[in-house]
């Protein structure tokens, strides 16, 4: 079932031209884990791994081969390094590692390096692809452990900032082992990471430590080129003039609805309180508190000492009891105008307004 | 590559102030609009708790003779909670209704019988036979308290001059009273 599985799964790979692929270092670390922990299903699917080699070999050569003339037919002047302004990522590496192999890994340093490092990776793919062994599963267990320990370090393209990356026309995709396949997976079903349908990286045949460094060589290749791809910019200039432009208008037009919107925008305003409202609203205050004390006079058969006495005061409504018969209110309008009620002799206007109420039940 | 960059960020920032701008554009053509229904929803709020405090008080003067009792502002009558569903409290978010007792004379045919005389204070004994007399009534009043000018005023126009007022930060509408010609 496996290795029917995976055989189809190369078949649909070579198939898919211009289909999306993703791939990381966190993905190859993924499948160095699982192939780590499980060695002994590494050596049950030696067979297919068998199978998977020739296929491997010459995707991973024309990965690299393709990334070449990728990054040759694209202007270097157009080509952004994808860490630009960043600081740079730092590579965790064994100890036994060379100094070329921390070149290799160094993609970020100028584009020489990607052409060197993607050069190495063809002449190093040539000369392993007529002397593939198989190692013991000791120095199996050991090249998992060092590539996992390779991949751990944050390369250029760690889980953080790896992005899908969309399969190129002119070359297949990297083979992962089944088990990173799985990891790969379960990462996609808790959404750590999208992966498109198709993607199918086989490294299980990968038991050595050159062609491990050559896996991850073409794997690397394979991201820059990806990176560059997508990095190719368009002709902005145009389209940075008129949107310079319309942005300008934009903006202006922006500044002048806020600060003076037109009519249409803005609705009718809420009614608002005149001078003739608030100076009415004294006049009514004075008689409705007169009326109080009125009240209390009728019921008590005397005037109240002072406003404390009645049930009802109304604010800011001064009360001077002139006599036992004869009181003043005193209220101010707005502007400070007093405004006198005398008990003795209302004026005219608290008589037209008093004379217009009319209670709607009998005494209660 | 750095004019690559530069030109990419160029037509980066303008892509940001388009988007920007236009947002602000269309946040400031609907501020208006959007600040009136708010307003008028306050007013709303308002009008209905005046309206329904008013009709409440008026059902409950009609059939015990008495109106509620007064309260501080916000609180609601006891007499009357049950027009106000789901509600412990007459505020609103930026008023408060208060309910107020109130009294004021209303001049009344003096009974043949009754040979009421006038206070010692004011006139000579046995000097007249009131034949009309003074008679206190209770009234009532909905006080309505914001710091919305704007509020009071629409309060104001709704219910006209005649039965309200507007003192200070208060809109009074006097319940009980109709007011005539």
Redesign the interface.
Known sequence: MARKRKKSRSKKQRKATGASDATSTDALKAGGDEAVEDTSEDQATDEVAAVAIDDEHETSIADARSAVVAMDQDD??????PR?GESEPEIVMPDDFDDAELDVISLDDDEESHERLIAEAVAFAAAKESDIDTPAPQDAIEGEADLHELAVGEGPHSSEDAAPIARPATTSGLSLTRDAVAALSEMQAQGLIDLPEDLVIDLGEATTDDERDRLLAAALAHVELQEARFRV?TD??R??GW??T??SA??M??ML??LA?PAI????P????TES??T???V??LI?QA??I???R??E??LPDSLDDL??V???IRYVKSS??LYQLVAYTSDGIAVVYDSAAPAAIFERIA?????????? | MMRSIARRRGAATADIVMAVAGITLLIAAAMPTLRARSFEALVEDAATDVETLRSASEEYFSTTRAWPTPMEPGDLPPEVTTAFPGRASLSGPDYSVQWRRLEMLETQEAPDAVNRRPADADAPPDSVRADRLQVPIGIGGVVVRSASGELLAELLARYGARASFVRDSTWTLIVGVTPGG
Do not use: H
Not at chain 1, 355 to 364: N, S, Y
């Open positions: 270097p002047d157009d080509v952004v390094s630009q910019p902005r200039r389209t940075r949107k310079g319309a942005a934009l903006v037009l922006t609805v806020a919107p925008l803005v609705p009718d809420p009614a608002q309180l409202d608030l009415y609203g004294v009514v205050a409705l009326q109080q009125d009240a209390f009728a019921r058969q005397r049930g009802t109304l604010p800011d036992n018969r004379e217009t109420w009319v209670t709607t039940q009998a005494g209660a």
